[in-house]
């Protein structure tokens, strides 16, 4: 097949590309420029911006693809762009959405009240309202690290604009944490650093510790994404992709410890013994974990990297490439021990 890719470039997508040229299938990557290619002559190249794409149309269109797809749609106004750039051109799109479409996303960040929702999510639980999905606050720091999301992003109304084009048929994929070598959001630093530094225990606000997030190693990610790309099934339909672990923050903190050797322990207290810089806004107690039931079962998939294999590779990445700026504050041991102390008396 002749798979174009929008932002091919990042964490998950160069495991993504290397797998499909693996698979002998042809790669077309759509980008900025700034990222080297992980399969340099390989693929073919377009150089160009996000927001300029319906001007690279020609180009694009005579590359013929029969698959696009789209990593960085965050607006409604990015996918219909996309959209009126390959209609006629490719057979279908491949879609990466988010797990943040689903109502528990608003209400584990407060910006609904409840009820809190069910888990697992499946592909059929209740989508939030379309609006804003974070904070302005949050929404700021996804901004620094996603130079593509801007002021409209909301994942929900990416979805709605999909689905209202039948001329090219969209697979959907909502995707969790994702974790791994090159997380630009270093997910699992705070717990390393702490380890590393020989702390003798991990603070947890009781909530917080027993909150089931959601995640999904890099390279099964982009596996899920190679299958929806490559399986003619996936027309029009729409996944969750995540590791079927239901494990809780707590849980995920022993296991990065036990893979060091860690000889310390978690440690959950009340919010009120907590340090102010442990402290979280979330609502804690509505939990985000995803069913992939249906991928597994449509598509075949399976992980290809082990959890185990996983936490290894992603604790060896973040050893050797640290956050470049590391807030002291969040790091207050002073105020861990005080706190640890009074949790003894």
């Given at each position: ?90 057979r279908r799109l491949v879609a990466i959405s988010s ?123 982009a596996h899920a994404i190679v299958l929806a790309a ?116």
């Amino acid at each position: 097949m002749r798979v174009m890719m929008i932002g091919g470039t990042g964490f998950i997508g160069r495991h993504a590309v290397r797998e499909l040229i693996e698979s002998n299938h042809e790669v077309a990557i759509v980008h900025r420029g700034r990222t080297p290619l992980a399969a340099e002559g390989c693929v073919a190249e377009f150089i160009g911006e996000r927001s300029f794409l319906d001007g690279m149309r020609g180009q694009l269109a005579a590359w013929s693809p029969d698959v696009v797809v789209d990593f960085i749609l965050g607006s409604a106004a990015q996918a219909a762009v996309t959209l009126d750039v390959f209609r006629g051109v490719a057979r279908r799109l491949v879609a990466i959405s988010s797990g943040d479409v689903y109502q528990a996303m608003a209400v584990l960040q407060r910006l609904e009240s409840g009820p809190i929702e069910p888990i697992p999510l499946t592909e059929d639980s209740r989508l939030r309202a379309p609006g804003p999905t974070y904070s302005p606050e949050t929404l700021a720091k996804v901004r620094s690290t996603y130079s593509w999301v801007d002021d409209d992003y909301d994942k929900v109304r990416v979805e709605q604009a999909l689905r209202s084009d039948p001329a090219l048929p969209a697979t959907i994929l909502r995707l969790p944490m994702v974790y791994g070598p090159g997380d630009p959001l270093h997910r699992f630093f705070p717990a390393l650093k702490r380890i590393i530094d020989g702390r003798p225990a991990i603070l947890f606000e009781e909530r917080y510790a027993r909150f089931v997030p959601c995640r999904g190693y890099v390279e099964n990610v982009a596996h899920a994404i190679v299958l929806a790309a490559t399986r003619e099934e996936a027309t029009g339909r729409t996944y969750n992709v995540a590791d079927p672990f239901q494990f809780t923050e707590a849980e995920w903190t022993e296991k990065i410890g036990n893979a060091l050797g860690w000889q310390g322990r978690v440690v959950t207290l009340p919010r009120e013994h907590v340090p102010k810089h442990l402290l979280l806004p979330y609502n804690f107690a509505q939990h985000l974990f995803m069913d992939s039931t249906r991928i597994r079962a449509e598509l075949g998939y399976r992980e290809v990297i082990a959890l185990k294999v996983a936490i290894g590779l992603t604790i060896e990445w973040e050893q050797a490439n640290p956050p470049q700026r590391i807030d002291p504050s969040q790091f207050d041991y002073s105020a861990e021990d005080e706190a640890l102390e009074r949790a003894s008396v």
